[in-house]
């Protein structure tokens, strides 16, 4: 469907700089309440795959992802590699995000505010994210 992250086919790399970037994103708003659910886990992993990731190299990017993103301590690193790709892309990702912050049905003060962040990082606007998060909030209802 979506395919932000396919390699070329001379392209033997398999760890696509942007679809890790992504991929700590999700990891890291995951993390944000300190409970890192399978249920985080399984929504992170349909996310990037349905953007393109190839199915049998997704426990290999989960991995390096993680690591990548226990290294880190800012948003910024992983914003930098996708704030530059095309507007409805970045809705997939928003929309992964939200469903990541209520899978454990409700949102918490620390994953609003790393939303409303993301959002000007992003370059997206705040009216969209919120329309996005109204969304998925009555999906989980």
Not at 42 to 71: F, L, N, V, W, Y
Not at 124 to 132: C, F, Q
Request: aromatic share 6%; charged share 40%; proline share 1%.
């Amino acid at each position: 469907m979506f395919n932000i992250f396919k390699k070329e086919e001379s392209e033997k790399e398999n760890n696509h700089p942007s679809i890790i970037a992504v991929a700590c994103l999700l990891i890291h708003s995951a993390r944000i309440d300190e409970n890192f659910t399978d249920k985080e886990r399984k929504i992170i992993k349909e996310a990037i795959i349905e953007m393109g990731a190839e199915t049998k190299e997704i426990d290999k990017i989960m991995q390096d992802a993680e690591e990548k993103e226990k290294e880190s301590n800012q948003i910024l690193n992983f914003t930098r590699e996708i704030k530059n790709i095309n507007a409805e892309d970045k809705l997939i990702i928003i929309e992964a995000l939200w469903d990541i912050i209520y899978s454990d049905e409700d949102a918490d003060m620390y994953e609003t505010n790393l939303m409303r962040r993301l959002s000007g990082l992003l370059y997206l606007d705040p009216k969209v994210v919120g329309d996005i998060k109204e969304k998925v909030r009555q999906k989980k209802i």
